[in-house]
């Protein structure tokens, strides 16, 4: 154990005997995400470096406060990458960040998600215990997968020190089509359509910037894959688009490439606060749910299963109703300044028997509740 993490280790028994709440922090970049940040700081992002890559394995240990930009760069330079397309809230955003707040880009719904790509970690529990759960290959265990158990568990069950990822080849060629004079519910059903036709579908975009009713939007469609599959498909789905009388085009890469970094980082037009007492709104919803009857301007990723809304806080029941109303819950992803974050449940209440799961989760892994109090649910 070197000195950095026997310092963390320490601090963690210390406040295990005093009782003491510890905030967990590398980057901070999602700070704003969550209940409410309560406790001591424990500043992880000392825990720095790439362990160990094998590029010809797919696989790459790193410490968890190793930033985001430095494993892509260390990947890109292999002409690999993270396929589930991890969102950079600036260049302080870590590996360990990511994998506790679980998050995905573009491709979420087509190379899958976070923890898909995990294959183990290494976890301060609640009690000073170093534990390791998987390891570096894919059918690394027997039973339950304790260490995609922390995806997104937003640090509540202990201190990610190292993780190990399965990382793959970026893709030989790319595309990207775009279409104007598409509304919302004409998008969804096309992209239903190609999503069950063999295309190299990689992500898609969907976006409304004014809250007019139902105004046409604009669709964006990225293909991955084979170039020959990708050149093939593109004719064929542009087509497609233009027997509605829309107006279709093939993107240059060079332009697109950087609007779909946007988009994941949320820094496109759209995610500017568009009033005050606005807050922005996660709903995630089947990908075959209609398009929702909400007067708020709307950006919709993974081929429909990702809606990002625009809406005042006192839209919260209406925005819970609606998703649920689909199968799907809301959360409120960024809140307003304005917002007393105490008292709202960022995130879609839960049902009891999964409440009672996080429950003794918590309680095995961190039974004095000493890390991250609050910041999934207010009683958690």
Request: proline letters at 6%; a neutral charge.
């Amino acid at each position: 154990m070197d000195s950095e993490l026997r310092r963390i280790t320490e601090r963690v028994r210390a406040a295990l005997t005093q009782g003491t709440a510890l905030r967990v922090r590398a980057g901070g970049s999602k700070d704003f995400y969550g209940q409410s940040l309560q406790g001591d700081e424990l500043d992880i992002s000392a825990l720095r470096g790439i362990i160990s890559y094998e590029p010809s394995e797919l696989v790459v240990t790193v410490r968890a406060g190793t930033t985001l930009q430095e494993l892509q760069t260390a990947l890109a330079e292999k002409g690999q990458h993270l396929a589930f397309e991890p969102p950079c809230f600036g260049p302080a955003t870590t590996c360990g960040g990511m994998v506790a707040a679980g998050l995905s880009g573009p491709a979420r719904a087509s190379a899958g998600a976070v923890r898909e790509f995990v294959l183990g970690v290494t976890l301060l529990n609640g009690r000073a215990e170093l534990l390791t759960f998987g390891g570096q290959v894919i059918k690394n265990v027997a039973g339950y997968d304790v260490s995609r158990l922390m995806v997104g568990a937003m640090g509540t069950l202990g201190v990610l020190t190292e993780i190990s990822l399965k990382v793959l080849p970026r893709a030989s060629a790319e595309a990207t089509l775009s279409c104007a004079g598409l509304d919302q519910q004409t998008a969804l059903d096309l992209l239903h359509r190609w999503g069950g036709q063999p295309l190299p579908l990689n992500a898609s975009c969907w976006l409304m910037e004014t809250s007019a009713a139902s105004p046409p939007g604009h669709l964006y469609v990225r293909l991955r894959g084979a170039a020959a599959a990708v050149e093939a498909a593109c004719p064929r789905m542009l087509a497609d688009l233009q027997a509605m009388g829309s107006e279709a085009a093939r993107m240059d890469n060079a332009q697109a490439a950087p609007d779909w970094n946007a988009c994941r980082d949320q820094t496109l037009p759209f995610f500017q606060v568009p009033a005050p007492e606005h807050g922005l709104w996660r709903l995630c919803v089947p990908q075959t749910a209609p398009a929702l009857e909400l007067p708020f301007p709307t950006l919709v990723e993974w081929h429909g299963g990702q809606r990002w809304l625009w809406a005042p806080v006192s839209a919260l029941a209406q925005l819970r109703q609606s998703a649920a109303s689909v199968g799907g819950t809301a959360t409120l992803f960024r809140a307003p300044a304005s917002a007393d974050v105490e008292v709202i449940q960022r995130f879609s209440p839960l049902q009891s028997a999964l409440s009672d799961i996080h429950q003794r989760l918590k309680h095995e892994f961190d039974p004095a509740g000493i890390f991250n109090r609050g910041r999934m649910y207010i009683d958690l």
